[in-house]
């Protein structure tokens, strides 16, 4: 190739790659002020014009799970997957699409594959704890809130976890210790803290 040729080709290359990183900023811009679906429209675009950018199908993905799509983000994780077998991110993301779904066994199938590519993330056993609730596998549910809150002890959804695990199997003590510590690390007003108030309430008898 002539060199005024090779000289345009790297200048039209660059400027593509400029192009998608410019919109790659532009939807994750939106996606931080919730503006999902501008974000998804965006990312299309980007893989309508470059169908093996991966950046864009994890980002997708994660902001099709947002407004509920589980299904479409668990093929743009699948595709990744399909492509870099070693991605924990997309194992985690696609898991949690599956168990919206309520395909709980292919979720497990996910996060055991991520526990074994990184066995120190603490939302994997959270979110494998999840699974194991849905499942009513209450002793495998506790193990894995407690692998989490041993990663991460202020995890306060672990914790919630651990409570509801204890309050379901009539372990009223422990079930009063992670309700109040619960309390005392979770600062947002809304139905998990409404929720432990009244349980707390009931177990220590003053409903």
Do not use: W
């Not at 009223?172 to 349980?199: G, M, S």
Request: charged share 25%; hydrophobic share 35%; aromatic share 16%.
């Amino acid at each position: 190739m002539k060199p005024f040729y090779l000289l345009i080709l790297i200048i039209f290359t660059q400027s593509i790659l400029l192009s998608q990183k410019s919109n790659l900023e532009r939807a994750n811009n939106a996606i931080k002020d919730g503006y999902y679906n501008e974000a998804i429209d965006v990312y299309s675009k980007i893989i309508e014009s470059n169908p093996n950018y991966l950046p864009a199908y994890y980002s997708r993905a994660y902001a099709l799970i947002k407004i509920n799509e589980f299904k479409r983000a668990a093929e743009d994780f699948s595709f990744i997957i399909s492509r870099q077998d070693t991605n924990t991110n997309c194992y985690v993301g696609r898991a949690i699409a599956f168990r919206n779904l309520r395909q709980f066994n292919d979720a497990l199938r996910d996060l055991n594959k991520a526990a074994k590519l990184d066995s120190n993330r603490y939302d994997i056993y959270y979110q494998r704890a999840n699974i194991y609730y849905h499942l009513e596998e209450d002793k495998l549910a506790y193990q894995d809130y407690m692998r989490a809150l041993k990663l991460n002890p202020n995890h306060p959804y672990s914790i919630y976890g651990l409570a509801l695990n204890s309050y379901f199997t009539e372990k009223n003590k422990e079930a009063i210790e992670y309700f109040e510590k619960f309390l005392a690390v979770y600062p947002n007003e809304d139905n998990y803290r409404n929720d432990a108030i009244r349980i707390l309430k009931y177990l220590k008898g003053e409903d």
